[in-house]
């Protein structure tokens, strides 16, 4: 059975939920979305520096839950005298901000990999496993070979350095937060370019999520090459 008769279970909802932060986080430049005391830290590269693990990287994705476009991952290796100042999960951060950090790390990183997945490969293997093969990608871009990985959640992929999985990691470690910001406004980048060829759908709004305006264009329109055939709403206009 491919990921198209096997859809992820969780990505709807997961969807509703990246609806609300993404909404939030485009709210515009005077709302304060990120407040002190917020920040991510370095303590947890500091340990694991201390014992040798070194390079270290930090990783996060972005996208497993909209209904179009690709999932994008991010693994960065910091520099542990130039750590930007204000890393958060990107969900909490308004888009200035994010730009704004975003243009900081690629100064001053000693290394960041950029890598994404298709929504025909999603389609493919299921977001799941999409999500794990965006980031084992990402750490296969970087320029330094990290001796360990930091990664967000509790679901990491398999590497051939060790990697440890930390629930709430892009709000508490400086590097998994790193990885969210340049994967973030990396995919919203991408859904913007994509906007151009498919006007119709409105991507550079909602960015591929659910939101009451994109599956009403689906309906209106049908899915377009970059939509996820194998998520519910698009699979349920794209079978009728």
Known sequence: MDGRDKPD??????GRDEVDSHAESMAGPHRMLHKPGMSADFSRETQAIATGFWPLAGIDEV?????????????????????????ADSKVLSAARREALFDKIAETALAIGIASVTAAEI??????QATLLAMKRAVAALSLAPLKVLVDGNDPPSLPCP???IVKGDALV??????SIIAKVTRDRMMARLAQLYPAYGFAGHVGYGTAVHRAAIQEH???????YSFAPVKGVWQR
């Open 9 to 14: 279970h969780d990505e709807e909802r997961a």
């Open 63 to 87: 996208g497993r839950g909209p209904l179009a476009g690709p999932v994008v991952a991010a693994a960065v290796i910091l520099d542990p005298g130039k750590v930007p100042a204000g890393l």
């Open 123 to 128: 389609d493919a293997i299921n977001i799941r």
């Open 163 to 165: 990697c440890e999985a």
């Open 174 to 179: 400086a590097s998994i937060a790193a990885a």
């Open 222 to 228: 049908g899915p377009c090459p970059e939509h996820r």
